[in-house]
């Protein structure tokens, strides 16, 4: 009986895992500085703007080479408590990613930042984000240790996160991560410590991966997105919260 030699091309192949770490407010701003280049500051592009109502996991998987696999997404917030439009907006954008099986939502907080007038000397006190990045140090840090990733694919031009990218790649060197820049965001030292060619995200790869304008849910109301989101002529233009 002769046995059929086993042809190797029939063989799947094992792809490489892929978490996506996504620096929630360093891309929101970096998006939010492109639409106001685009218009004004009293007046951002609403044509740009409406691409924040953005599809993070489709993002994400545009972004991978055919030998690659999501398997998962963790995406680096706080919750706003400025404003209640604001409020609002942001919790209709993070139930609409909670409707994405991949995407997990990390948390971190604001914290009033106490600073005097330049011109009248009186204290004052500003939101400042704390925690986000501890926490996206901590999870690409510990995912590494605990083997579960093959790539990081690191979205953020901070570059407070060098030290993390340099203990990722000491502790297991046979991980690799890829940074991606937002929009008007970049960083030459965060692009040298990990060691690759970093991707830019361009408007083109935005725009097909916006969310749908409604999303409806099993046993729950749809989500609709925010007039601020819409593309409509004055859609944001400033006006009170």
């Known amino acids: 009986m002769s046995i059929n030699p086993v042809n190797e091309l029939s063989i799947p192949q094992r792809k490489f895992r892929v978490i996506t770490y996504i620096d929630g407010y360093n891309f929101y701003f970096g998006m939010l500085s492109e639409a106001i280049k685009r218009g004004s500051k009293t007046e951002p592009s609403a044509s740009y703007y409406r691409l924040m109502w953005l599809d993070l996991q489709g993002l994400a998987t545009s972004l991978l080479l055919p030998s690659q696999e999501l398997v998962g997404i963790k995406y680096f917030t706080s919750p706003i408590s400025t404003s209640k439009g604001k409020q609002e907006r942001q919790n209709s954008y993070l139930d609409a990613l909670r409707t994405r099986p991949l995407i997990e939502i990390i948390f971190g907080r604001f914290q009033p930042d106490r600073k005097e007038c330049d011109r009248c000397g009186h204290p004052a006190y500003h939101p400042q984000e704390k925690k986000t990045d501890v926490n996206i ?40 991560i890829v940074v991606a820049f937002p929009p008007n965001r970049r960083s030459d030292e965060l692009a040298a410590v990990s060691g690759g060619i970093p991707i830019r995200i361009w408007e083109p790869v935005l725009r097909k991966n916006r969310l749908q ?19 409509a002529s004055g859609c944001t233009r400033s006006r009170p919260n």
């Not at 083997?147 to 993390?164: E, F, H, N």
């Open 137 to 176: 140090a901590v999870n690409l840090i510990c995912d590494a240790i605990e083997d579960r990733y093959d790539t990081a694919l690191l979205i953020t031009g901070d570059s407070d996160l060098v030290p993390a990218v340099e203990a990722v790649k000491k502790l297991t060197p046979h991980k690799r």
């Open 213 to 231: 304008d409604v999303i409806k849910r099993e046993g729950l109301p749809d989500i609709v997105c925010p007039h601020k989101y819409s593309g």
